[in-house]
């Protein structure tokens, strides 16, 4: 047993489980709906709390308004706010991004959530977004902090030149309310040389949605299971929406080559580990058997791409009933982008040399006050 939390009195523990179960029938219930359109899938007035805790009050009620379902005015207002936050800041993202190429020269390619913001409208009145994620080829990274820093953007640096060039990125932004724009800038996926075949097929992206470049719709599944193991094998529920909405979608030689998009990126453990986690989190089991038979199927014979060290590895860090909240012990940064995606990623040398490169490079920062913010 975990001993990184003290242990709960039976009552409490049983108590959190029940609320966990509730949010992850919603959460399924919500993704089904989506799915087929078909109201009767959505819980109907799911307790304040639960909506809370899931991250979904927004997308649960404007499923209720689209479908139909009669609702509270409290949770139409959840939908209105999320409506209205996501217009404002998909509007500024469009315009920006026009802005970028004709002006500067620069079209980054947007992934992560707000492709799926791009490829399907509907998904910004039903997927929240903490920010907007961009990404540029490494020599047009400076042009690009320079184009949003004369557009009134604020943004961190991630230190030395040296750091600049192993980190994945940095965060930008400016405004407020629901003016508010947030970026997050990489220029690779995450820190080299993990993932570097990712990074360069996301980059290589010609393919448009929303007249905004867009990566693959198998290199967007596998994104999503890298950002699972590099955040600790936890994700929010959204993003195990995101990933079955995509999944779900394809046919068996979509499958297969997601398969294969997912061994040459090295991230056939992550890809097995998340749709896994999505199966739990969502409740298939109990909400469509069906469905949750056909996923299983899909989930074992990814399963057979990974090896058995890698497999006891996941078993152990993230079984199959993994709870929705992470466990402590396993959930700070120098575990995640060691042990974890180690066992999330097939290329163990190249997390060793992640992790000893990008640690220096933040050690001597440190030493030497290299951190700082610029407007």
Not at 63 to 81: F, K, P, S
Not at 241 to 254: C, R, T
Not at 293 to 301: G, K, N
Not at 368 to 374: D, K, Q, R, S
Request: include cysteine; aromatic fraction near 6%; glycine fraction near 8%.
């Amino acid at each position: 047993m975990d001993t990184a939390t003290p242990e709960l009195p039976p009552h409490v523990r049983s108590e959190t489980r029940e609320g966990d179960d509730a949010i992850r029938m919603l959460a399924g219930g919500c993704y089904l709906a989506l799915r087929s359109g078909d109201a009767t899938h959505l819980p109907l007035q799911p307790d304040a709390d639960v909506l809370d805790r899931s991250g979904l009050a927004g997308m649960h009620a404007n499923l209720c308004l689209q479908l139909g379902v009669a609702t509270d005015r409290a949770t139409l207002i959840r939908g209105m706010q999320l409506s209205a936050v996501n217009t404002s800041r998909w509007n500024a993202l469009a315009s920006l991004l026009a802005s970028l190429e004709s002006e500067d020269g620069i079209a980054p390619v947007l992934f992560k959530g707000g492709a799926l913001h791009a490829r399907w409208p509907q998904m910004r009145e039903l997927r929240a977004m903490a920010d907007y994620d961009l990404i540029v080829p490494q020599h047009q990274a400076a042009a690009l902090r320079d184009a949003l820093s004369r557009r009134g953007f604020a943004s961190t640096s991630p230190g030395s030149w040296l750091t600049r060039r192993l980190a994945k990125g940095w965060m930008a932004c400016k405004g407020s309310g629901n003016a508010y724009q947030n970026l997050d800038v990489h220029a690779r996926v995450t820190e080299p040389p993990v993932c570097s075949s990712l990074t360069r097929e996301i980059l290589g992206s010609e393919q448009r949605a929303s007249g905004i470049r867009v990566p693959g719709i198998e290199d967007c599944v596998c994104m999503i299971a890298l950002h699972v193991v590099r955040s600790g094998m936890h994700r929010p529920l959204r993003e195990y929406i995101d990933l079955l909405w995509y999944v779900d979608a394809l046919d068996d030689a979509g499958w297969r080559s997601l398969r294969g998009r997912a061994a040459r990126h090295q991230l056939s453990p992550a890809l097995f580990l998340s749709l896994r986690q999505a199966h739990h989190c969502l409740a298939l089991d109990a909400l469509a058997p069906d469905r949750a038979a056909a996923l299983a199927t899909r989930i074992a014979e990814v399963e057979s791409d990974v090896d058995r060290v890698r497999r006891r590895m996941i078993d152990w860090l993230a079984p199959a009933d993994y709870p929705l909240h992470p466990v402590a012990s396993r959930n700070r940064p120098m575990f995640r982008r060691s042990l974890i995606l180690g066992a999330g990623t097939s290329s163990a040398w190249r997390v060793v040399a992640a992790f000893l490169l990008y640690g220096a490079s933040r050690l001597g920062d440190a030493l030497t006050g290299a951190g700082h913010v610029e407007d």
